[in-house]
């Protein structure tokens, strides 16, 4: 009888609690109801609301390579110290027992080289998000999280950032160019092609709390960092290696201004090497003169002097004007339009065939010859040459050069045309029209991006340019190409000459243009042109030294450094000498890293060694391998031998320094 009263006790109660949770459920689902179909998309918009975006990052950047595939420009994972100054607080400041934002700023001052002051200003600001040093090194960025952590200041954290590294360092600076902030190209190869290279951008975002407080630690990638095409360029670090110690070497001699150097393949316009000096170390271009991140070989606008002759030559020849055995009377001086033209030092060599006017390199019979073609076509086959216009390889900053307007030339400016003055031409443009004297009459267009490669491997397919007109004929080339070896045989160029290989070249000597019109005093810039192998052209180098203090004769600067550039190019293209007695052949590309092979010592002429293969051995064999074979080294890194510079079997001059990188 009790428990039958519980249980009608009891009833009522457990009735009236399921009813209670019932209308409490329902009431949830009609929430949920109204938050999803009614009031569903103005809460997704304020949830989007939240999340901020905080910067857009970059994968790493395309990398570029010489023509063997060797690293010239690649992207490293760095991390960027950022601040978010309302994130600064914590307990202890509300204690009074500091200022967070006054200690952090006295801390991090000296390491980020800013004063307290500044630092101060930056962590009181309203700002969300503050940069405060980008990319940084590895041991920079652990002093920093050092400070942070042992102190416990708040509001403060990295990212990982794509940083641009050029471990050749100076090496081809003018061509490679430099990356600037956010990974955009700002010169050369990097600024030409930045659309390629250019890192993908990949949005984050971060979540902010009810306060709108960033939660750093809700930072994600919305993608998968992208892989980027890569640049192979035509250049060969070895030629190019040599280029540019060569011309270090003759501005130190001749206490030079500047000098600069053109390697170029005449069968495929590849240009091999394009060096100029002063040189800049791209990973710190900031620290440079502007004026050293020019390439000059593109940009420098000279009058070429007598280097012009040989194509004045080849015009007379293909237009049956001279012959090589043609004569002519040679008065050693020339008066035209009042202005008089003479041969350098006065010389005058009466009656001379034309071949031995190039070789003497006489003005008053290349004044004749001109007299004899006309302007209307001095200036047609100078154009048809490549002069007066761009070449259009892929770098920025190439200038077009002058020539004279046809119509308005006079007598005299024939003649100064004749001898290479009155015009203006840049480097490349030279030795894109010398080529026609080694390639059969055709001049090459210029190449400096050998292939791109897609992420996929697969190669980028490039507009290909039509060949260049025909200029002269094949029988031309040929005769001038032989009175331009009677230069280095026995006129102004036998400092060019290499024991064993046939040269041919022509040297100038030019009054340099100043800026606002006129010619500087005193001031010239000395230059040299040369082919080799004659017998089967193959190269065209060209050499300028800009305001030699020495000599300013292009004989006795420009030729000994196309000497030493030519004679490494020809030795690491495995072109073979015609004769025993010169320097030994190329005996083919060094073995891959670790090999260890060392190869027997070859006899070279006089001062020069041959640079023995040293990877694969510890640091103490390579010193002293290198030092049996009359060169230093200079080590960087540490365990074996991986790679050398210059590279084995390449020619180098005693007691010079071979860098080798052990890891």
């Given at each position: 009888?009790?428990?039958?009263?519980?249980?009608?006790?009891?009833?009522?109660?457990?009735?009236?609690?399921?009813?209670?949770?019932?209308?409490?459920?329902?009431?949830?689902?009609?929430?949920?109801?109204?938050?999803?179909?009614?009031?569903?998309?103005?809460?997704?918009?304020?949830?989007?609301?939240?999340?901020?975006?905080?910067?857009?990052?970059?994968?790493?950047?395309?990398?570029?390579?010489?023509?063997?595939?060797?690293?010239?420009?690649?992207?490293?994972?760095?991390?960027?110290?950022?601040?978010?100054?309302?994130?600064?607080?914590?307990?202890?400041?509300?204690?009074?027992?500091?200022?967070?934002?006054?200690?952090?700023?006295?801390?991090?001052?000296?390491?980020?080289?800013?004063?307290?002051?500044?630092?101060?200003?930056?962590?009181?600001?309203?700002?969300?998000?503050?940069?405060?040093?980008?990319?940084?090194?590895?041991?920079?960025?652990?002093?920093?999280?050092?400070?942070l952590q042992d102190n416990r200041l708040n509001g403060f954290g990295f990212i990982k950032e794509s940083k641009?590294?050029?471990?050749?360092?100076?090496?081809?600076?003018?061509?490679?160019?430099?990356?600037?902030?956010?990974?955009?190209?700002?010169?050369?190869?990097?600024?030409?092609?930045?659309?390629?290279?250019?890192?993908?951008?990949?949005?984050?975002?971060?979540?902010?709390?009810?306060?709108?407080?960033?939660?750093?630690?809700?930072?994600?990638?919305?993608?998968?960092?992208?892989?980027?095409?890569?640049?192979?360029?035509?250049?060969?670090?070895?030629?190019?290696?040599?280029?540019?110690?060569?011309?270090?070497?003759?501005?130190?001699?001749?206490?030079?201004?500047?000098?600069?150097?053109?390697?170029?393949?005449?069968?495929?316009?590849?240009?091999?090497?394009?060096?100029?000096?002063?040189?800049?170390?791209?990973?710190?271009?900031?620290?440079?003169?502007?004026?050293?991140?020019?390439?000059?070989?593109?940009?420098?606008?000279?009058?070429?002097?007598?280097?012009?002759?040989?194509?004045?030559?080849?015009?007379?020849?293909?237009?049956?004007?001279?012959?090589?055995?043609?004569?002519?009377?040679?008065?050693?001086?020339?008066?035209?339009?009042?202005?008089?033209?003479?041969?350098?030092?006065?010389?005058?060599?009466?009656?001379?065939?034309?071949?031995?006017?190039?070789?003497?390199?006489?003005?008053?019979?290349?004044?004749?010859?001109?007299?004899?073609?006309?302007?209307?076509?001095?200036?047609?086959?100078?154009?048809?040459?490549?002069?007066?216009?761009?070449?259009?390889?892929?770098?920025?900053?190439?200038?077009?050069?002058?020539?004279?307007?046809?119509d308005s030339m006079r007598k005299i400016d024939m003649a100064s045309m004749s001898i290479g003055q009155g015009?203006?031409?840049?480097?490349?443009?030279?030795?894109?029209?010398?080529?026609?004297?080694?390639?059969?009459?055709?001049?090459?267009?210029?190449?400096?991006?050998?292939?791109?490669?897609?992420?996929?491997?697969?190669?980028?397919?490039?507009?290909?340019?039509?060949?260049?007109?025909?200029?002269?004929?094949?029988?031309?080339?040929?005769?001038?190409?032989?009175?331009?070896?009677?230069?280095?045989?026995?006129?102004?160029?036998?400092?060019?000459?290499?024991?064993?290989?046939?040269?041919?070249?022509?040297?100038?000597?030019?009054?340099?243009?100043?800026?606002?019109?006129?010619?500087?005093?005193?001031?010239?810039?000395?230059?040299?042109?040369?082919?080799?192998?004659?017998?089967?052209?193959?190269?065209?180098?060209?050499?300028?030294?800009?305001?030699?203090?020495?000599?300013?004769?292009?004989?006795?600067?420009?030729?000994?450094?196309?000497?030493?550039?030519?004679?490494?190019?020809?030795?690491?293209?495995?072109?073979?000498?015609?004769?025993?007695?010169?320097?030994?052949?190329?005996?083919?590309?060094?073995?891959?890293?670790?090999?260890?092979?060392?190869?027997?010592?070859?006899?070279?002429?006089?001062?020069?060694?041959?640079?023995?293969?040293?990877?694969?051995?510890?640091?103490?064999?390579?010193?002293?391998?290198?030092?049996?074979?009359?060169?230093?080294?200079?080590?960087?890194?540490?365990?074996?031998?991986?790679?050398?510079?210059?590279?084995?079997?390449?020619?180098?001059?005693?007691?010079?320094?071979?860098?080798?990188?052990?890891?």
């Open positions: 009888m009790a428990n039958r009263q519980k249980y009608k006790t009891a009833a009522p109660r457990a009735l009236f609690v399921l009813a209670i949770v019932g209308a409490g459920f329902f009431a949830c689902i009609l929430r949920i109801g109204w938050l999803q179909l009614v009031r569903g998309e103005a809460l997704a918009a304020r949830a989007a609301a939240s999340k901020n975006i905080l910067r857009e990052l970059q994968s790493p950047r395309g990398s570029i390579y010489d023509r063997e595939g060797r690293e010239l420009a690649i992207s490293l994972i760095s991390l960027s110290l950022y601040a978010h100054p309302a994130a600064m607080d914590d307990a202890r400041e509300q204690s009074g027992r500091r200022d967070p934002r006054r200690l952090a700023a006295e801390l991090l001052s000296r390491e980020l080289e800013k004063s307290e002051q500044e630092l101060y200003d930056i962590f009181t600001s309203k700002e969300d998000f503050v940069w405060l040093e980008r990319t940084m090194d590895k041991a920079r960025t652990d002093r920093l999280g050092k400070i641009r590294y050029y471990p050749m360092g100076p090496l081809a600076a003018q061509i490679l160019g430099f990356v600037g902030t956010d990974d955009v190209g700002l010169s050369g190869i990097e600024a030409a092609l930045d659309t390629l290279l250019k890192s993908a951008v990949l949005p984050q975002f971060i979540e902010t709390d009810t306060a709108g407080r960033p939660i750093f630690s809700s930072v994600l990638a919305s993608t998968r960092p992208q892989d980027m095409a890569s640049v192979y360029l035509t250049i060969d670090n070895r030629i190019q290696y040599a280029a540019e110690k060569a011309l270090a070497a003759a501005v130190s001699r001749t206490g030079a201004k500047a000098a600069s150097a053109l390697v170029m393949d005449v069968h495929t316009g590849e240009v091999l090497a394009m060096a100029g000096n002063p040189v800049f170390d791209p990973n710190y271009f900031y620290n440079y003169d502007e004026k050293t991140w020019r390439n000059s070989n593109i940009s420098l606008v000279y009058e070429p002097g007598s280097t012009f002759k040989p194509l004045v030559a080849a015009t007379a020849i293909n237009e049956s004007i001279a012959e090589p055995e043609t004569l002519f009377f040679d008065t050693g001086k020339l008066t035209v339009d009042d202005r008089e033209i003479s041969n350098s030092g006065g010389r005058s060599f009466g009656m001379i065939p034309f071949s031995e006017v190039i070789t003497h390199s006489l003005n008053t019979v290349m004044a004749q010859i001109a007299f004899s073609l006309g302007r209307e076509r001095l200036n047609k086959y100078a154009r048809a040459f490549g002069f007066g216009e761009y070449t259009d390889i892929d770098l920025p900053g190439e200038e077009a050069g002058i020539l004279f307007r046809t015009i203006a031409v840049t480097p490349l443009q030279l030795v894109c029209a010398i080529s026609a004297i080694a390639a059969d009459g055709r001049p090459v267009r210029p190449s400096i991006v050998k292939s791109i490669i897609q992420p996929d491997g697969s190669e980028r397919q490039q507009q290909r340019r039509p060949p260049k007109a025909q200029v002269i004929s094949a029988e031309t080339s040929k005769k001038v190409l032989d009175m331009m070896e009677n230069v280095v045989l026995k006129g102004g160029g036998t400092l060019a000459r290499i024991p064993g290989y046939r040269i041919a070249g022509k040297t100038g000597t030019a009054e340099k243009m100043k800026s606002g019109g006129g010619y500087a005093q005193n001031e010239y810039i000395a230059s040299f042109v040369g082919i080799a192998p004659v017998e089967n052209p193959r190269f065209v180098t060209l050499v300028l030294i800009d305001t030699p203090h020495s000599s300013y004769y292009g004989s006795e600067t420009a030729a000994p450094v196309f000497k030493e550039i030519m004679q490494q190019t020809l030795v690491v293209s495995g072109i073979e000498p015609s004769s025993e007695s010169a320097l030994p052949p190329f005996k083919g590309l060094a073995p891959a890293p670790g090999a260890g092979r060392r190869p027997d010592p070859l006899p070279v002429d006089g001062k020069y060694t041959c640079v023995p293969d040293v990877t694969g051995f510890t640091m103490r064999e390579c010193a002293k391998i290198l030092e049996q074979n009359a060169l230093t080294l200079i080590p960087r890194g540490s365990g074996r031998a991986a790679r050398q510079e210059p590279p084995a079997f390449s020619v180098a001059e005693d007691e010079s320094a071979v860098t080798v990188w052990f890891e």
